[in-house]
């Protein structure tokens, strides 16, 4: 860990403009960046501490529930808001980490926690993401935890948060502010790059941008949901597959369907194919099959996460049946 | 009597409110911190280091290498199998191998400082992994259990025998590189004074350590002092000097103040030891009748390059003694790689040798088609066949009864996949545990106190499993005293010695020493009161002590008056014990029967144990609350290692790819089930009066072997490597 120095701004302006600097860091609950400092995965020499900004609230704001970056983990799981608007996010929160993390680790620090790839979290190996042009061992190596979808051949690391896969399901968008004054919002699916051969960029965010809220829009979709996460052990694990589903059925006919999968892709990855499959079908066993087997369009599973592709299917029937039941 | 009772640990409350201090917690003023930097290649040589850029660091104060780090002698203490302190020379033998300390007032700089070593390479070709394809590299290994048992042994002969059996079973099994973990990293404070260094380390064995450093620093060893309290959680890795441990006193040494150092989390998995991967080749034969005809078990063990050592995970040790058989043959082999040194980790060699051996079991019954449990039986050894010796007790068969009327077993459909609860496959499996009781010579002191308190005292360590409070009801019941008087200490060198904690040994060999020191102290304190007016004319044998108080007929005088006009403000007394002539004729084990039940979602794949009941013989409990939590977290991490524990190396580099317990997992609570243990309670008066056996090994023994035997239950698939994962039965 190198030495930095620390700034605790009051105003998003001032921390927006403070985070424009090279080598500065925000840093939020700080229980993904600490690893990555301790382990010199990362180093900033400018630590700008988001604790004092003013971005903890949850509120509905019409059809809108925004959800504050800084609100704990902890906090947005247990809201009776997001319980009602977007059950799926509250229950992949509450399978996320510890009790404990969930306490510290916030909602926009979760989006950006970077990838479990045991490549990549050890500066003792070489890897793309961390050292551009290094190479990726992961490929040839230890990959049972990594992506089958959104792969190249320079990076193959899943974005490990269980949050944004109900999140991207449920068409959530975030809020950003620029260095610069401005604002912004994007998709949240577009928030994250896929890895190409710049692996090392992961997200669209400029230097120095906030994330400032977390918009999730109301559609009977999002309220008839569920999050199904599969895992080495019963708790406290990272996802080998999570499906967040959400479904609206009128007399036995699919009105609307929102699926995404978390675990197996490169990004939070919605699952396009198997929601075209449903939409305007009446639902049946035969068809939810369908959809499952539609989720792994083009997959490629690697030596030691073959299953993987078994598993997301699996997962998305469950799903889906759980959600219909 | 204060033994059996279930008395609340002596510790237990300083551990609670972090009274209790670590080794890293030792206020040692004007301490400096110094962090290991670690190769990242796997084989070679170092051909230069650029140093200046971290020496030129805030707060750095010194980077030591081998080129400037001086010579030490050999690790080579007793009962030593980590023979290279490192810093020696330039060759690199695994990836993460220490290559340079980094030396500075706060640890954070340290790190930093470490972190900007640059260590230049010429890197030679490496064998990271032990596949079938290493086997052929395959030697037998030279000091096979610290030299003390032969690899290869045999009786009958197995090849003959299996030819002619009518059913036979072979298959090979495999147990994965595993690392213990324990929640307190290895962390060691140096603090020289002249020739003399004193060490508050976090170790398994004060003594080991003493005698390591000793030998490193060419001192007597008198000139060393260890202190270590407490331990955080051993599981072998803390049994023998490892090398971080001599290079803080190398450091401190080096910059001729105290060093602090403490082995980061990621460090823990190249610094302390693991258990070694194993490849288990079994074969059995047996008639139709169910009587086993022959065995033959082969085991390879993944081994370092032998100049760090030599460690062999000794599979087939129990596979001796397990099962009455007329032919059975075992070896040993060990197959060198890049890679650290192995060692013990908890149940070393049974755990892993039972899981291959009691799956194979599951498979002959299966083959036979016979209950696994009647098939056990059908075998029963009645003796140790092997060393030809009476086992000094074994209530095996009470274990088995026991616990198969407690789980049910006999409801058990024997077709594979015929319980279902819904849509989850249920599975049953049992298998056998045994662990050896080993015992070792063992020193203790009492000291009695002019304030009415009695100190015992032995140079032991307390792992966590109550072995302070075990002290303090031995010595409060031989002398007679209420516990509340007596307290125990540990855990430092200037104690009468004791043995390394290992092997489930601390007591059975510290029991027997504080015993003979309170006959001791007893027979001094008569001889003392003998001078007082009050015995006039009683001879010292006819006095003793009550409550308090020494007695004779018609007299009583508190010991503390006694001892007052006499002008003593301690009287004490050393006594020791070994393993006597009953322990040698004797074949000395604990045992257990366990059962495990599990449920698999078959969309997921998905293991939960649901329940385990073991039933354990592990002599007399000696203490009903702390033996029952060693029982329990036995089984605890059986069932990590069924279902989680792996390290996973990157073949290419030889490097772990995940060191941190993030990612290496073991079990939350979230995983553990509902585990009943019940004890038989036989004193085995062979391992000494008290009748103790170890109860740190054993109840984890049988946890692998049931739970993958319940999984092939539950789906007709037999998973022969561990640890078992979704994908091995993923639908
Ligand atoms: C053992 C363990 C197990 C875990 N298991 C899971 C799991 O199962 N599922 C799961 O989802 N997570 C899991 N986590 C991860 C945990 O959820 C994340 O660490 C946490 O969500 C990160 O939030 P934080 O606020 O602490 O982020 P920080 O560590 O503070 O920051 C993370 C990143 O986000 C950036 N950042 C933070 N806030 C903002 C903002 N408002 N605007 C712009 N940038 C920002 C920071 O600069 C940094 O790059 C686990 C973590 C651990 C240690
Ligand atoms: S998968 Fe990505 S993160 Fe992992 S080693 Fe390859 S490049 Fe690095």
């Known amino acids: ?325 | 009597m204060y033994i059996g009772q279930g008395i609340v640990r002596q510790d237990g409350r300083l551990k609670v409110t972090g009274g209790a201090r670590y080794a890293a917690e030792f206020d040692v003023p004007g301490c400096l911190h110094a962090v290991l930097v670690q190769s990242t290649i796997p084989a070679g040589a170092i051909t230069g280091y650029d140093t200046a850029q971290a020496e030129r660091m805030p707060g750095v104060v010194a980077i030591i290498t081998h080129q400037n780090a001086g010579a030490l002698n050999q690790h080579k203490a007793a009962q030593q199998t980590v023979t290279h302190p490192f810093l020696q020379d330039g060759r690199i033998v695994y990836n993460g191998q220490h290559v340079a300390v980094a030396v500075a007032d706060t640890f954070e700089r340290a790190e930093a400082a470490a972190s900007a070593v640059r260590v230049r390479y010429a890197p030679s070709e490496a064998v990271t992994v032990m596949d079938e394809s290493a086997l052929s590299r395959a030697y037998k290994p030279k000091q096979f259990q610290n030299g003390e048992k032969s690899p290869d042994v045999s009786r009958g002969d197995e090849d003959a025998a299996f030819a002619g059996a009518p059913v036979r079973v072979e298959a090979t099994y495999e147990t994965p590189v595993e690392h213990h973990n324990p929640m307190e990293p290895h962390a060691t404070i140096a603090m020289w004074r002249g020739d003399t260094v004193a060490v508050w380390t976090s170790t398994q064995g004060i003594s080991g350590v003493q005698e390591t450093l000793a030998s490193a620093f060419g001192l007597p060893k008198e000139s060393v002092t260890v202190v270590c309290p407490y331990v955080g959680g051993g599981f072998g890795c803390k049994g023998n000097t490892w090398p971080p441990a001599t290079i803080a006193a190398l450091a401190a040494r080096h910059v001729g103040r105290p060093v602090k150092l403490v082995v980061t989390r990621p460090q823990m998995f190249t610094s302390n030891g693991y258990r070694p991967k194993t490849i288990q080749k079994i074969r059995l034969g047996a008639g139709r009748d169910g009587r086993l005809l022959s065995i033959r078990h082969d085991g390879f063990s993944q081994m370092s390059d032998p100049m760090l050592g030599e460690f062999s995970e000794p599979v087939g040790v129990v596979t001796q003694m397990a099962y009455s058989c007329r032919n059975v043959a075992v070896t040993h082999r060990v197959v060198p790689v890049n890679q650290g040194l192995p060692t013990y980790m908890r149940a070393p060699g049974e755990s892993s040798g039972m899981f291959a051996l009691e799956s194979a079991m599951d498979e002959m019954a299966h083959a036979l088609r016979m209950d696994p449990l009647a098939f056990r039986l059908a075998n029963y050894a009645e003796r140790d066949e092997q060393k030809d010796k009476p086992f000094a007790s074994k209530g095996l068969r009470e274990c088995y009864s026991r616990a198969a009327d407690r789980f049910g077993w006999r409801q058990r459909n024997p077709t594979p996949g015929s319980m279902r609860d819904g849509r989850i496959l249920v599975g049953w499996g049992m298998a056998t545990s045994t662990y050896p009781t080993n015992r070792r010579p063992c020193h203790a002191r009492i000291v009695v106190r002019s304030d009415g308190t009695v100190l015992v005292q032995s140079g032991v360590q307390d792992l966590g499993t109550g072995t302070y409070t075990i002290m303090a009801q031995c010595a409060a019941d031989r002398l007679g005293v209420d516990i509340a008087r007596v307290s125990a200490q540990l855990g430092d060198s200037r104690f009468p010695q004791g043995p390394v904690s290992g092997g489930s040994a601390t007591a059975a060999s510290v029991l027997p020493a504080i015993e003979a020191a309170a006959d001791a102290l007893l027979a001094r304190l008569a001889a003392l009161a003998a001078l007082d007016p009050h015995f006039a004319q009683v001879p010292p044998a006819d006095i003793r002590l009550d409550g308090f108080d020494l007695t004779a007929p018609g007299r009583r005088v508190p010991v503390l008056q006694v001892m007052a006009r006499a002008g003593l403000h301690t009287v004490d007394a050393e006594g020791s014990s070994a393993p006597g002539d009953a322990y040698k004729a004797h074949s000395c084990h604990s045992f257990g029967a366990q059962f495990a039940e599990i449920r698999i979602d078959p969309d997921f794949g998905t293991i939960r144990v649901s329940r385990i009941v073991s039933c354990f013989e592990v002599g007399r409990l000696l203490n009903a609350r702390t033996g029952r939590s060693q029982l329990l977290g036995g089984i605890v991490f059986g069932i990590g290692m069924a279902l989680q524990e792996e390290t996973l190396v990157d073949r290419a580099t030889g490097r772990i790819v995940n060191s941190n317990i993030a990612d290496y997992h073991v079990p939350v609570n979230a995983d553990v089930p509902d585990i009943e243990v019940m004890t038989v309670d036989a004193p085995d008066l062979a391992t000494g009066a008290l009748g103790a056996k170890g109860a740190g090994e054993l109840p984890m023994v049988g946890v692998a072997p049931a739970i993958a035997n319940a999984v092939f239950h539950a789906t007709g698939r037999r998973v022969r490597k561990l640890p078992i994962r979704v994908e091995d039965v993923l639908a």
């Open chain 1, 1 to 325: 860990m190198q030495e930095f120095s620390r700034l605790v701004p009051t105003t998003t302006q001032a921390a927006a403009r403070a985070g424009a600097v090279p080598q500065a860091s925000f840093i939020a609950g700080g229980t993904d960046l600490m690893q990555l400092w301790k382990n010199n995965v990362q180093a900033a020499s400018l630590v700008v501490d988001l604790d004092r900004l003013d971005l903890r609230r949850i509120s509905l704001d019409g059809p809108t529930l925004r959800i504050g970056a800084l609100a704990t983990m902890a906090e947005v799981a247990e809201h009776p808001d997001v319980k009602r608007r977007v059950p799926a996010a509250s229950e992949a929160l509450l399978a996320a980490a510890s009790p404990q993390i969930r306490n510290m680790g916030t909602a926009g620090g979760n989006l950006l926690q970077r990838t479990r790839c045991g490549y990549f979290r050890d500066p003792g190996f070489a890897c793309n993401k961390r050292e551009p042009g290094s190479g990726c061992p992961a490929i040839a190596g230890e990959n049972r935890e990594l992506a089958i979808l959104g792969g190249s051949g320079s990076c193959i690391a899943t974005q490990p948060s269980d949050f944004p896969v109900p999140l991207v399901a449920a068409d959530a968008r975030v809020e950003l502010h620029g260095a610069d004054g401005q604002t912004r919002t994007v998709e949240l699916e577009q928030l994250y790059r896929l890895p190409g051969d710049t692996p090392h960029i992961e997200t669209v965010l400029r230097p120095g941008e906030v994330i400032t809220a977390i918009l999730v829009p109301d559609a009977p979709a999002n309220r008839r949901a569920t999050y199904v996460k599969v895992r080495d052990r019963q708790s406290y694990a990272y996802a080998l597959a999570s499906v967040a589903a959400g479904i609206e059925l009128q007399g036995g006919v699919v009105r609307d369907v929102r699926l995404a999968a978390g675990g197996v892709g490169t990004r939070p990855w919605r699952l396009d194919a198997s929601e075209a499959t449903l939409r305007g079908q009446r639902l049946s066993p035969a068809l939810i099959e369908q959809a499952a087997a539609r989720a792994t369009d083009g997959a490629q599973p690697h030596a030691k996460n073959a299953f993987k592709v078994t598993l997301l299917r699996n997962t998305v029937r469950r799903a889906l049946q759980a959600v219909t039941a």
